[in-house]
């Protein structure tokens, strides 16, 4: 009420203000204040809410990208491990299908030389003088007489021997190769796997090197889908693998057991024109097979005849052989 009245002492005195146009302009407030009342707040609560809430809206967003990005590590963590997993399967599945390339170029090496001693063999009567020739071809019916007999003894030696029939190895020989058809249309499924998810890898890794890929990625489903792919990928590797190993040893196991070839062969479109095509070539693929099966028992019973005679003739026979060579 002193300032409204304009009590220029006590303004002058007792506030200590000395400038005439403060003097006044203090008066002038104090009446507006005595005859409306103190002033009415301008909507500072309202800012104040508002500021509130954005703190605490940023404050909530940095702490849900924190948890985001750590989660986003962990699952790249976790991603990586999966794809060491995944590297690991596929050198396994590598180093085993270079142990079945090797283990056909031993056989296919077997089967080249056994061919060129069989050619040495029919060439050397050609290299002998006429005398010589008379000897071969004598010592052939000898023996081959020699082979009819070794057959009728190990009839009548051995009973109850099993022998395969011949119509058995070009069967076997199909099923390999229809196996192995499968098996790459399984690897070549698996690869394509591997494949895909290795770029969904390298396009997650590209979106996360930018600022706004960063936090979109942690958004959604795309590092769970990669994730997935992934374990996937490494799964039917694996697969792969144990129906590679399991194969190579099944199929080791039956040549062993039947003393035939079956990984070695002529080939899939081959043996279906053999088994379903012509007749002929059925026949002559048995023939084939029924002479290797015959020299096959012929030379497992020589070390279970007792004959002395039998045995001079082969040792004469070897020693022709090695003669005319």
């Known amino acids: 009420m002193m300032l409204a009245v304009n009590n220029l002492q006590y303004v002058s005195n007792v506030l200590g203000i000395k400038d005439p146009i403060h003097k006044q302009k203090i008066s002038l407030k104090a009446m507006d204040v005595v005859l409306f009342g103190p002033p009415r707040e301008t909507g500072t609560r309202w800012k104040d809410y508002i500021l509130v809430t954005l703190l605490l809206s940023a404050i909530i967003g940095c702490w849900y990208a924190y948890q985001q990005n750590k989660n986003a590590k962990r699952h790249l963590r976790r991603m990586a491990q999966d794809m060491e997993g995944l590297q690991k399967a596929e050198q396994s599945l590598q180093e085993m299908q270079k142990e079945l390339e090797r283990a056909r170029m031993e056989q296919e090496n077997v089967a080249t030389e056994k061919m060129d001693l069989e050619r040495r063999l029919k060439e050397a009567p050609s290299l002998s003088s006429s005398n ?18 070794l057959s009728r003894a190990e009839f009548e030696l051995v009973d109850n021997c099993w022998a395969p029939p011949p119509q058995l190895q070009s069967w076997l020989q199909y099923t390999y190769e229809l196996e192995s058809k499968n098996h790459q249309k399984k690897r070549a499924s698996a690869e394509k796997q591997l494949q895909s998810a290795r770029e969904a890898c390298e396009k997650l890794r590209k979106k996360r090197s930018s600022l706004v890929g960063a936090f979109v990625s942690t ?3 795309s590092i769970d889908d990669v994730d997935r792919s992934i374990v996937e990928a490494r799964n039917a590797l694996g697969e792969v693998t144990n129906e590679l190993q399991e194969r190579l040893h099944r199929w080791k196991q039956i040549e062993t057991c039947l003393g035939i070839n079956i990984v070695n062969n002529n080939g899939l479109s081959y043996l279906e024109n053999v088994l379903y095509g012509r007749n002929g070539g059925l026949q002559g693929s048995i023939g084939v097979s029924g002479a290797k099966g015959s020299r096959t028992r012929i030379t497992s019973s020589t070390d279970d005849l007792d004959d002395e005679s039998v045995q001079g003739k082969l040792n004469f026979e070897n020693f022709s052989l090695l003669a005319t060579e």
């Open 219 to 221: 958004h959604g489903k």
């Open 132 to 149: 010589s020739d008379l000897e071969v071809l004598q010592l052939k019916k000898e023996i081959e007489m020699l082979r009819n007999e």
